[in-house]
Each structure stands twice: as C-alpha cells, then as structure tokens.
C-alpha cells in the first residue's frame, strides 16, 4: 500500500498542474462514503476500481516516462484488487 501511496502522490503533483477540471471530484466530502453500509463497501470499491481501469487510465495520455510507469503499476495493482472483488455482487 505504501508504493500505490507513493506512486499515486507523485502522479498527482505531476498531473493536477495540467488539469483543467480542478474543481471536480467524485467524492466531493469525505463523509460522502460514511453512509455507505458494509455489506455495500465491496461493491463500492469494485466499482471505483472498475472506472479508473476502464475510463481513467485508458483515457489519459502521459509523455512523461516515469509517470506513466507509476500510472501503470497503479492500473496493474488495481486490476489485481477486481480480481481479488469478483465475488462481490453488482
């Protein structure tokens, strides 16, 4: 967990300087996800995982090399996690 940290900050510095959209999040407080019942966090999170994998980092285009390994250790570490969730129900 301590590399996606790690790797996640760095993309973030490297990638909000060019972000256009700055003042859109999709969870926009962080007691959005507090009414969220336990049985549902799987489902939640597979989900989340599911669109930063499908839309994300599909979509986003990056010259930096080191970013972009950085961007694809998350997307593989992410796609290991919707595995690890496909028992969850949608």
């Not at 969870?27 to 994998?53: E, I, W």
């Not at 010259?63 to 690890?84: E, G, H, V």
């Amino acid at each position: 967990m301590s590399h996606l940290e790690e790797s996640f900050q760095e993309i973030k510095r490297a990638i909000q300087t060019k972000d256009n959209f700055q003042n859109v999040t999709i969870l926009s407080t962080l007691g959005a996800l507090q009414k969220t019942k336990p049985l549902d966090v799987c489902c939640v999170t597979k989900n989340l995982l599911a669109f930063y994998v499908d839309r994300v980092f599909k979509d986003h285009q990056e010259s930096d090399p080191q970013i972009l390994r950085k961007i694809s250790s998350i997307a593989n570490s992410f796609l290991y996690m919707q595995k690890t969730l496909q028992q969850c129900v949608s």
